[in-house]
């Protein structure tokens, strides 16, 4: 209880906009706990995948041999973005059937979860105490994050999705056999006794390499959210700090504005950024799965 007290009022503020609303009713303790369910960030990013695929069906229904519309431009433009990048990375024609539309899924996807940053940080619990929902359920719905890429889970599932797509181009381009062999084969080759010796490096090379593309992949994409997410959390400990009309709060509140419209504005880029290298790595990373070594 003495060690609670000594905690800041803006670290408390902080760490408590950190916890998610889970199945265990508080703060995960340890980095991997495959008992904690984070609904908060199942909910936004299914909801964030429905509406990208939601979208994308409508500007495929909409489609017309006439001047398209706006909507559908943009569509095209992003298409044909995606199906380009795809080209100078993908030879086989097969797969980017499959890897191009996932790609520009996966780009559109990130995009709208990562958006969700610029939503002001207590907004949902304005709106919880607002419609009367936090009162009704106390303290639970307050703990709620709404960006699912600062939630490590999110990140790092979509890396793995990536990784099994290695693996089964790897084992479809280069049949089973061709791929265990290359396992051992790569990145060393040599004849006879001297290849059987490189064969238990070249195995533990391989599996550092797919294990370093898999974490970095989901790594960096949450490291760039969670970072965000904490500055525009300190943005907002500038108008906590509000006390009245006075010197003191005036300047703290014009420097809460223009930080917070200062970064929101540069988080767009970021934003964007970020959607697009985790879509070009997963072309590369899928292309690579065609090449041998």
């Known amino acids: ?63 017309t041999a006439g001047v398209p519309g706006r909507f559908q431009t943009s569509v095209e433009m992003l298409v044909d973005m995606v199906e380009e990048q795809a080209k100078s990375i993908i030879p086989n024609e097969v797969s980017r059937r499959f890897v191009s539309p996932l790609a520009l899924t996966v780009f559109l996807w990130i995009i709208l979860m990562n958006m969700l940053d610029l939503l002001p940080v207590d907004f949902l619990a304005w709106v919880f105490k607002m419609t009367g929902l936090g009162a009704e359920h106390g303290d639970v719905l307050y703990h709620h994050r709404i960006l699912p890429t600062a939630d490590l889970n999110v990140p790092m599932g979509m890396s793995l999705g990536v990784l099994l797509l290695m693996f089964y181009y790897g084992i479809k381009i280069k049949h089973p056999g061709g791929f265990v062999k290359e396992l051992f084969t790569a990145p060393f080759h040599a004849p006879g006794i001297a290849g059987l010796f490189l064969a238990p490096f070249n195995f533990l090379l391989n599996c550092i390499e797919y294990a370093a593309k898999s974490v970095s992949l989901g790594m960096r994409l949450f490291g760039n959210m969670f970072a965000g997410e904490l500055i525009f959390m300190l943005i907002a400990l500038l108008g906590g700090a509000w006390t009245g009309f006075n010197g003191a709060s005036l300047g703290l509140g014009i420097g809460h504005v223009l930080a917070g419209s200062m970064w929101a504005i540069f988080h767009i880029l970021i934003v964007l950024l970020q959607a697009f290298i985790f879509m070009m790595l997963t072309l590369v990373y899928v292309g690579q799965a065609h090449e041998g070594h």
């Open 1 to 63: 209880m003495a060690a609670a007290s000594n905690i800041s009022p803006q670290s408390e503020y902080i760490q408590h906009h950190l916890v998610h609303l889970n199945s265990i009713g508080e703060k995960q303790s340890a980095i991997a706990d495959f008992g904690v369910v984070n609904f908060d960030s199942l909910f936004w990013s299914i909801l964030m995948g429905l509406i990208v695929v939601f979208a994308l069906w409508r500007a495929a229904k909409a489609v």
